[in-house]
DNA sequence: GCCGTTTTCGGCCCGACTGTTTTCAGTCG
């Protein structure tokens, strides 16, 4: 598909029109269009085939034509022009959290500069306030930018990593020579970003099946190509590691590969205490300097057993407590996809969502769910079409029509209510009481100082009413710091108030982290998952990246509130509701 | 650049915050 590529020129078009200080209506008709795009859930080229983009709310004529003549000539030629008018750096300054076109612009024109390095270095010099309208603070504001997109760079989000990963390895399973295929490292422990992609593969042929790798469709260039290593660039920039293995070292080098360095060097300490060597071949014998007898390294759980330890799941290696819990045989039993009931943060077509209720519940049951909240927002969050009272109200009664129409499977009402910088919130409860479970978000007023702003979360999660407090940091992985509160204090809170914790399972928030997750689990907190997915085709399977999280923070079945059935989920609502009447 | 029970031109979301200013421009969601 490539409707997320057009929607990116379209970004890139808007941005560049903004920085020349264009038309802002048709800036913004090309961030609408460039939304429409990749929410709907239709291949854009088969619409294109069969003529009916102009279908699409937002495409007109105009656009229609660009989106043909991408697909037609693989470029847009408004944008080649645009481009070759424009200094990149001005782009790169615009990705900087609270620079502007009118910021990068000025920055641009008085001091010239060249790279992101370069404003980096004057702005350390104090170069920056020698121009109107900056001073110290947003001097400051800039550096601290500069310094969160550095900490980004090179670093891939699960969400892209995962898929990429995957095509590669359907594509790689077209290698005859190959018996054994995954992908290790980060992602295989569910990190949130990651640096590369490594691919571990048996193969009775490492040659053919190094040259089968370097020759797929999606590798741009290759890096280096060796007898059992091979590393690419893809056409996204992402790079890609292969390793080939022989099948008896399978899985010590799954192990090796996995990670983290952190775990590792802590089996090897242990291979060490038994008089063993552990490396990415196996696990041997120890003989008097040679090395002695191949005892492990086929699959991982034969490496581990020879270690003496149970099977280790992949996201808690981490040398966080999981090689003292393997050894007192303290593991924790992870939860998975198959402990998941439901989906507890949706968005339909009456917010900001691109499905109707009839969609969300049908594209639910399709994804084995049993209930999926339907949490559109509140009035308040008007960019996003938020609910009023009356509105809700309705959408409540349209949700009791459907439940009456499906079997096996049941929406459940509820909103996504604003959280407003009082502390107070976007509904009042005497409609918050019809719902079936209320999440509440903090969507406005991001840069609160800390204990305001903890202060204002911890209010919200006091009404009795609100079940579940979402994204309770309000990251943007690569976009947005997380809001300035003291969440060892909101947890303390949620514990106090029964308000579960969401994670957030949209890839680009992942909100709880695991560490914090862990924390909440700890207090006796529970976690709610939920995708926030606002296109229910292409998104509801975002629930495996909060699964990802879930795991990484040691979660089990019990911890999270979506593995109970509707009626348990309810009276666990109810109880809260009723002890806070 | 899109769109139309306000219909082919004239609107289009706009409130709130931040940091810089003495009344507001720029940015964000």
Redesign the pocket.
Known sequence: MKNREIANLFEEIADILELRGE?R??I???RR?AQAVSGISRDIEEMAAEGSI?SI????????EKIEEYLRSGEIS?LERLKNETPPILLDMLRI????????LLIHAELGVGSLEDLKRMALEHRLQEL????????K?IIRGIEFLESFKGRTPIGIALPLAEDIIESLEGCEEVSRLEYAGSLRRHCETVGDIDILAASSSPEDTIKYFAGLSLVESVIVSGPTKCSVFTSDGIQVDLRVVEEKSYGAALNYFTGSKAHNIRLREIAIERNLKLNEYGVFEKKDGGSGKRIAGATEDEVYSALGLPYIPPEIREDTGEIEAALKGGLPELVSRSDIRGDLHTHSDWSDGNASLDDLASAGKRAGLKYILVSDHSMSL??AHGLTAKRLISQIAEIDRINEKIRGFRLLKGSEVDIL?DGSLDLEDGVLKKLDVVIAAV??????KRDRMTERIISAMKNPFVSVLAHPTGR?LG??EPYDVDMDAVIAAAAETETALEINSHPLRLDLDPVHARKAAAAGVLLSLGTDSHDPSLELDHLRYGIGTARRGWLCKEHILNSRTAAALKKLIERKRKRNP
């Open positions: 038309n209506f048709r913004n008709a090309y269009s102009e709310p937002g495409i007109g004529k105009d656009l229609r408004l959290p609270g620079i502007g076109p009118k910021t990068a109107p309208k900056i001073k110290e603070k947003t001097e504001n008007r960019i910088p969507h406005s007023s991001f840069k609160m943007l976009t947005r």
